[in-house]
């Protein structure tokens, strides 16, 4: 009897460890197919969602497929950037995926992002340091206010609230944080950054801003950054603001994997 459910283990043992190696087989394939698909200079992070793994290749089927590359440079300025893919009710047969069939992949919902991290979006307003972080519950100015779906949600709006801060010197004061409250906004592939309110914060609290200085410091808060193609070539719908970066979203549906960045 000993015997029997030592061998029993050992069976179990071998069949998951197939299965492990077989999914780890069919990531690193899509990982090398997706470097291309998306230009990167190293194959991004593959992960089959699901164990175990055979069932799924056998039946072509697959719940979920998350793909990421962080770091990923695109200019002088952007290079930091992180792109992500979320793919649902994936079908391809185990054979294409091994032999880099990408085309008979189909993806039947997608999810894509490109994240823009903060050290990016500081290069690009040459505000080094910078530091942002979601408004939503903040006024940004001429009361206007974010889409409600811009943040906290995973519906993107095309505009979200943003707090954006640096730290500078000012009129023989160290150390003065300087805070400008805005939208981001969506504007065909590119995000837009508008401040509209500012404020200083000091040691003995936060200082009210004249006009001439807010006319003089906001221009420096505004931007339009271009961060590329999402993944698959999907079209952004919407922006969001995380902690320490700006995010692009793109959904689409039926979308085949050969079809690229």
Request: net charge negative.
């Amino acid at each position: 009897m000993k015997k029997a459910v030592v061998v029993v283990i050992v069976l179990a043992a071998l069949l998951v460890g197939a299965d492990l190696a077989l999914a780890a087989v069919a990531e690193d394939r899509l990982a090398q197919e997706a470097r291309e698909q998306f230009e990167l200079s190293e194959d991004p992070d593959v992960t089959i969602h699901g164990f175990p793994f055979t069932p799924q290749a056998v039946g072509g089927t697959y719940q979920r497929i998350s793909i990421d590359a962080e770091g990923v440079p695109v200019t002088d300025v952007l290079r930091e950037l992180d792109l992500a893919a979320e793919l649902r009710d994936v079908h391809a047969p185990l054979p294409d995926v091994l032999r880099g069939d990408t085309d008979a992949i189909v993806i039947s919902e997608l999810e894509g992002t490109v994240t823009i991290t903060q050290d990016d979006v500081g290069r690009a307003l040459k505000l080094p340091e910078l530091r942002i972080d979601d408004a939503t519950d903040e006024l940004t100015g001429e009361g206007e206010t974010a889409d409600d779906a811009g943040s906290g949600s995973d519906a993107y709006g095309s505009t979200a609230g943003v707090r954006l801060a640096a730290t500078t010197d000012i009129a023989g004061e160290r150390n003065v944080e300087v805070v400008a409250y805005g939208l981001i906004e969506l504007t065909g592939e590119s995000v837009r950054v508008g401040p509209r309110r500012l404020e200083f914060g000091t040691d003995s609290g936060t200082v009210e801003v004249p006009d001439e200085v807010r006319n003089a410091f906001l221009p420096q808060f505004e931007t339009t950054i271009d961060p590329g193609n999402l993944p698959f070539g999907v079209t952004p719908s919407g922006v969001a603001v995380r902690r320490g970066a700006l995010v692009v979203q793109g959904e689409a549906s039926d979308v085949r994997f050969g079809q690229g960045a």
